[in-house]
């Protein structure tokens, strides 16, 4: 019997009820397929933070390094700033552990009616790979002038050869691994005068490494258009950290709802835990109801599954939402529906266990 001892972090806002209903869903499909979970508490949020004036202890990451996969929420609450929260638990998470595929599927589920016209399960179903540890996001740069006219802000976005080759080679090789030999790239290469035009280089030199994937190059702003007008033309995106960002929104956005959506935060050679975490952050809006989607939560549980090397039982938990949305009788409100998070969450589970 496989046993794996899982790092959970609800964090702030509905990760606190998502999650839950994640690790009901974990041991529901643990008990099918002989595997055996140990779920360690971390309460760490923008709570920690203003008892503590940190986001997490000093000794945190350590504490996390020895888990098998870190299950995480949501991070950021109004009364926190933003940049504070989450440069002091979710980003160096990310960082620390060299998590450097941010992996994002963009699926149109049954049963889920999107707000574009037409589409059916199958014409949207495509992989966001984004790159996770450089990029945009930096802490490169400063503020100088302050208070005078000539007051100005700079803010350096770093793209290693080393980064940005084992991206797109994760890219590459990932659309090999699923059957989709097509990679589309997006950069604004006509804008942004180092980075992206490098981005670009780079790319080419790793598809000529692989001369069965077909490639697409496409500027961001028309690949955002083609995202809503072409969805079908999609198989595996890979973009810098910010665009790529931006594009695991977008996607989801154009299936109906950013509630179901997961991720992956990946190191590929395993050398440190894994993060997996729904895409969307902790809804302030509408935290404490209980009406928050958990599928996000749950299908990132999935995809973690699938990362410890629990396929099946992965595959599962996928077969499980899907044939819940597809029956339609419960849905949260982003879903047109009227249940509670704690509904849904336990109609997958009960799906799992007949
Ligand atoms: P958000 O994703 O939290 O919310 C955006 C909108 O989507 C809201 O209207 C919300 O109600 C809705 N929504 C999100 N998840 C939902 C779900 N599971 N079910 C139903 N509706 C859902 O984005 P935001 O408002 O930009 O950010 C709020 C806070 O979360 C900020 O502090 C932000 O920095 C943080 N954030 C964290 C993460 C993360 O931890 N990975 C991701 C995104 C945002
Ligand atoms: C995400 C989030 C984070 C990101 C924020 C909260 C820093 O939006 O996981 O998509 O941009 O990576
Ligand atoms: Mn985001």
């Known amino acids: 019997m496989s046993s ?12 606190g009820e998502v999650m839950p209903e994640a690790l009901r869903v974990l041991d529901a499909v643990a008990g099918e397929y002989g595997t055996s979970f140990t779920f360690r508490h971390f309460d760490w949020s923008c709570e920690t933070y203003r ?58 589920l049954p049963g889920v009616t999107p707000p574009v016209r037409d589409k059916q399960p199958g014409d949207i179903d495509f992989w966001v790979v984004r790159e996770n540890t450089e990029g945009e996001y930096s802490r490169l740069g400063g503020r100088q002038g302050e208070g005078t006219p000539a007051e100005m802000v700079l803010q350096t976005a770093v793209f290693t050869r080393h980064g940005t080759d084992r991206i797109l080679r994760y890219a590459f090789e990932f659309a090999e691994r699923i059957g989709k030999p097509h990679v589309t790239s997006g950069t604004k290469s006509n804008g942004i005068y180092h980075s992206m035009p490098y981005w670009d280089e780079r790319f080419r030199a790793i598809a000529a490494e692989h001369p069965d994937v077909a490639v697409d190059q496409d500027h961001i702003d028309i690949l955002c258009a ?27 956005g154009v299936t109906g709802t ?14 440190f835990p894994s993060t997996f975490e729904p895409v969307h952050g902790s809804a302030p809006d509408i935290a404490g109801r209980g009406i928050a ?12 599954l699938d990362h410890l090397g629990e396929q099946e039982a992965g595959a599962h938990v996928v077969r499980a939402i899907e044939s819940v949305l597809a029956a339609g009788a419960v849905r949260t409100p982003d879903l047109g529906g009227t249940a509670s998070t704690e509904d849904l969450g336990k109609a997958i589970a009960a799906e799992i266990t007949g």
């Open 4 to 15: 794996y001892e899982i790092a959970v972090l609800p964090g702030d806002g509905i990760g």
């Open 51 to 108: 008892e503590t004036g940190r986001m997490m202890p000093e000794d945190g990451l350590d504490r996390l390094r020895d888990h098998d996969s870190i299950l995480l929420g949501a991070v950021g609450y109004p009364g926190v700033p933003d940049h504070v929260s989450l440069w002091g638990l979710l980003l160096p998470i990310r960082r620390e552990f060299d998590q450097y595929v941010n992996l994002r599927p963009v699926r149109l």
């Open 226 to 252: 083609r995202f809503v007008m072409s969805p079908e033309r999609f198989d595996v995106v890979v973009a810098s950290n910010l665009f790529g960002d931006i594009l695991s929104d977008l996607g989801p």
């Open 258 to 271: 950013i509630g179901v959506a997961p991720s992956g935060n990946i190191n590929p050679e395993r050398r």
């Open 293 to 304: 989607n958990p599928i996000g939560q749950i299908w990132s549980a999935a995809m973690m």
